[in-house]
């Protein structure tokens, strides 16, 4: 389960996005995996009947295919085959339906933004692809690399957690990659000053947890370190990740529903938005195989 045998690249010729497809490349490359490359332009919207067809034609195809040029150019650096299309729409309705309709395995995008609020907001599109898609989503930063020499598993004992951890171990098991796992007993000043026995139970509920998760790494052969931390969960995540420099974080989706999914501020997007890392948010409905 640590190979993705379809993978479908969003691509908008941002410089994370061209980062996102070349990490994007090595992996079909290694894996020998299908790779699509997807560019979604907005639905015209002007009238119809002040432009002649041809003039909506070159509006509509100009952009896109500039867009797939760019990015079969990357794609022959790497040496590298890709399908690449164009659609017009909302983009992330877009992309989730392409990787549903091509049945990929993983969804690769990269994280707009380069001042902290801009990345903290990750990018509309990206933060609704992770939220309504049931597919895992790999969310690459524009400078980042993704070379499989350490990984960093966030695990909450959670159900939707659980993907998570299996694909963390499965990927450490191919890859040979160094694994660490870190989980956090969620407190603050307040609540450390008040109920500080409370803080103690979580204490040992997440060493309980990181426990039963490296026995079960054990068992699949991999080694498996662990840091328990008694924090805010994104800031003790990302305090982790600074000090160590994994290149890769795995996560688990955070199940919500409905509007809650669009909103900032749950541990993932935080780590998402404002860490170094690529970030591979795993879904109960993820396969790889």
């Known amino acids: 389960m640590a190979k993705y045998r379809k993978i479908l690249a969003a691509f908008d010729g941002s410089p994370s996005a061209r980062n996102a497809l070349v990490q994007a490349c090595h992996m079909a490359k290694m894996d020998k995996s299908w790779l699509k490359v997807l560019a ?20 509509i195809t100009g952009p896109g295919q500039t867009l797939l040029n760019e990015a079969k150019a990357i794609a022959d650096t790497a040496d590298v085959h890709i399908l690449a299309s164009v659609e017009q729409g909302e983009p ?67 159900s939707h957690n659980k993907a998570a951890v ?8 191919m890859r040979r990659a160094k694994l ?7 407190t603050n000043d307040e ?20 426990q039963a998760t490296k026995q079960q790494a054990a068992r699949e052969g991999v080694a498996l370190e662990t840091v328990v931390r ?27 529903k409905g509007l809650t999914r669009l909103l900032m501020g749950s541990v993932t997007e935080h780590v998402i938005g404002l860490g170094d890392s690529p970030v591979l948010v795993s879904h109960r409905g993820g396969s790889a195989t």
Do not use: F
């Open 230 to 256: 008694a924090d805010e969960p994104q800031d003790a995540i990302l305090a982790l990740a600074a000090k160590i420099k994994p290149s890769l974080i795995v996560m688990g989706s955070h199940g919500r």
């Open 40 to 59: 979604v332009l907005p639905a015209y919207e002007g009238e119809l009947e002040l432009v002649g067809v041809s003039r909506i034609r070159e509006t």
């Open 166 to 173: 299996a694909k963390a171990i499965a990927i450490a098991k």
């Open 92 to 158: 992330y309705e877009r992309i989730i339906h392409v990787a549903d309709d091509e049945n990929c395995d993983l969804i690769v995008m990269g994280r707009r933004g380069l001042t902290r609020l801009d990345r903290w907001l990750i990018g509309s599109v990206t933060a609704r692809v992770i939220g309504y898609t049931r597919k895992d989503v790999l969310v690459v930063p524009a400078t980042a690399t993704l070379d499989w020499r350490h990984l960093l598993l966030a695990t909450d004992g959670s």
């Open 191 to 210: 609540l450390s000053d008040l109920a500080p026995e409370a803080v103690n139970v979580l204490i040992r509920q997440a060493q309980e947890l990181l």
């Open 180 to 186: 660490t796992a870190i989980s956090v007993a969620y």
